[in-house]
């Protein structure tokens, strides 16, 4: 699995630098049983007084309150405003970080794309899918650790590479335009401090659940339990690696 994984990521989460001119700087596993609910229902997210948005806080109170994050670390990636908030298994907030994205808006992939070569496909393809996905920690070829989200459509979150490139992504992760951050084939670039504080540390044992939030497809629609914060039964995780097939492509 390692090597499938490996050379899939050796394609991985690219960002064309010949695409920036196009984007210019500007302007799930099963359930763990009645027990983890039960014992979740009720609870609310810690927010440590620290300010987020509406949906964000919002989802991180109803996966609390319903045991929906199975007693894991979870991620909200906020798509909208381009961050990032972690939590520990307990609800409690870890850090929220600005984050680049996809460059195309949208919330499933067209037919068709995900048999595509990276370079195939058009800007509005490259999009970061929304859903609730079961994530865990692998390396790809060079060693570099990164957060498998979507392992069948190649969506991971990993660290911002230090190389400087006309996209011009520090600059980029570091505006307040949350349309500035939209630049990558649909992996979540993060900061490495991030990544090494918070994501590692969190998910390296057993993985974790990351939420993306749609841009524009009703929330209730892609978390099919979600009821705004009150508590509701705790649906299926969805599984991020394929173990019998491996994906004919793998980009982003």
Request: overall charge positive; aromatic content about 10%.
């Amino acid at each position: 699995m390692w090597l499938r994984k490996a050379y899939s990521l050796a394609v991985v989460c690219g960002i064309a630098a010949g695409f920036s001119s196009l984007f210019p700087l500007s302007a799930t596993a099963q359930s763990s049983g009645a027990t983890a609910v039960a014992t979740s229902v009720g609870k609310r997210v810690d927010f440590r007084g620290a300010a987020s948005g509406r949906d964000v806080q919002q989802m991180a109170d109803w996966a609390v309150r319903s045991g929906d994050h199975q007693r894991l670390p979870f991620i909200i990636v906020d798509k909208v405003n381009a961050t990032a908030t972690a939590f520990d298994a307990s609800g409690r907030l870890i850090r929220s970080t600005p984050v680049l994205i996809g460059m195309g808006v949208g919330d499933t992939f067209a037919p068709g794309v995900l048999e595509l070569d990276m370079y195939q496909t058009q800007p509005w393809q490259r999009i970061t899918p929304a859903g609730r996905f079961f994530a865990e920690e692998d390396l790809n070829l060079k060693g570099q650790r990164v957060l498998w989200v979507d392992y069948d459509a190649g969506i991971a979150i990993h660290k911002l590479s230090a190389k400087k490139t006309s996209q011009k992504r520090h600059a980029r992760l570091a505006s307040p335009n949350p349309a500035d951050h939209r630049i990558t084939y649909g992996c979540i670039n993060v900061p490495p401090a991030f990544y090494d504080q918070v994501v590692h540390p969190n998910f390296r044992a057993k993985g974790g659940i990351v939420y993306v939030l749609p841009d524009s497809t009703p929330i209730k629609s892609v978390f099919k339990s979600y009821d705004g914060g009150s508590p509701s039964s705790s649906p299926p995780v969805q599984q991020s690696a394929n173990e019998d097939v491996l994906p004919v492509t793998r980009r982003f």
